[in-house]
């Protein structure tokens, strides 16, 4: 299969449009990641995605819609707190689950009695879901465990021949996943972070905790217990900058293609042309992360890796990402 790559018009629009209706996945731009979408309402549909991309069969998938998409018709009766949260983040992202209406395949949530929905902000998103008119279920448009894709480049990277088409809205400006928010309960639980931190929640709810699976539990966001965001080379982890500096020239004594990957302020420790510059605030390392890893991953053999010292805000998902991609090592 030929893998087009078109921007956002009437045209591809129309395309776009047309394959859905006929099984296919289509990749789209949001304000995180790109989306590699699919009817909804088809099993065939989404059991397709899951090929795709070679996903778990147990790892449950988000509903997109446009922002003017009436929700009673996938989702039970919100909760007050569950409203307040979407009228301060949506369109943004922002992924809420609800008690699901059962009215989409049951194999978007795998059998689970909930429905994550996400309404991005992207404008072309918004065109693409308002054009399309159905409620699109969506991963990451990334072969499983790659690093999530942030450009129509990083798409056709890993699923070229693979998918029809992909809508090209430019970089996201975001960077990483939404954040997951169970809303099914008492109080809001952030199940995945993200760029709407614990904290922006807490405020507007009044409480908001983040779940952290116990022993023996089933997880309620099986998409955590896998290892994610993972370049193809070699990556490690440090929280002294002098051990990963000490590291890095430990490979490149070797003769081993080395780079680090760390907060501007280290970035001049290592020899120009090899440090990749996450910048100075959790919003620009969230928006360069996977970009980073991606261009690493072409050129390295290790990315060594300095853990940033902030902990909270957006910073959380950031270091949540940034572990998963350097996980076990
Ligand atoms: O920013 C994003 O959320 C991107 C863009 C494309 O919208 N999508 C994305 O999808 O990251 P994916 O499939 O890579 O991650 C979906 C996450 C997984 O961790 C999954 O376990 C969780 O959402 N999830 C989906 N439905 C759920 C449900 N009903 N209950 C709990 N967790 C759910
Ligand atoms: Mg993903």
Do not use: W
């Not at 979408?37 to 397709?48: F, K, L, N, P």
């Not at 605030?281 to 010292?309: K, N």
């Amino acid at each position: 299969m030929q893998t087009k790559i078109c921007g956002i018009d009437e045209q591809s629009l129309a395309l776009a449009k047309q394959l859905l209706l006929q099984g296919e996945a289509v990749a789209f731009p949001t304000e995180t990641v790109y989306g590699l979408g699919a009817d909804a309402r088809s099993d065939e549909a989404v059991e397709h995605i899951y090929s795709v991309k070679g996903r778990p069969q147990d790892n449950p998938l988000i509903v997109h819609v446009h922002r003017d998409f009436d929700l009673s018709k996938l989702v039970a009766d919100e909760s007050s707190y569950a409203e307040k949260l979407r009228k301060a983040f949506l369109p943004g992202p922002l992924t809420l689950v609800y008690k699901s209406l059962g009215k989409v395949s049951a194999k978007v949530s795998c059998g689970l009695d909930t429905l994550a929905i996400r309404v991005p902000s992207h404008a072309g998103a918004q065109a693409f879901l308002k054009y399309v008119d159905l409620p699109v279920a969506a991963p990451s448009a990334n072969i499983s465990k790659h690093v999530s894709p942030v450009s129509a480049q990083h798409v056709f990277y890993d699923l070229q021949g693979k998918i029809p088409l992909i809508l090209d809205g430019g970089a996201c400006s975001g960077g990483i996943e939404s954040t997951v928010c169970d809303v099914t309960g008492p109080y809001p639980v952030v199940l995945r972070q993200g760029l709407v931190s614990r904290e922006m929640i807490e405020e507007v709810a009044g409480r908001c905790d983040v779940y952290v699976p116990k022993a023996g539990e089933q997880v309620r966001s099986p998409g955590m217990k896998y290892k994610h965001y993972a370049p193809k080379c070699k990556t490690c982890l440090y929280d002294s900058p002098e051990e990963a500096l000490s590291v890095f020239e430990k490979y490149r004594a070797q003769g081993m293609r080395a780079y680090a990957l760390c907060e501007s302020k280290f970035a001049r420790l290592f020899p120009d042309g090899f440090a990749l510059d996450l910048g100075e605030t959790a919003e620009d390392m969230a928006a360069r992360l996977y970009a980073l890893l991606r261009q690493g991953e072409q050129v390295a053999d290790v990315i060594i890796a300095i853990r940033p010292a902030a902990r909270d805000g957006v910073m959380a998902g950031v270091l949540n990402r940034l572990n998963k991609a350097c996980a076990g090592e």
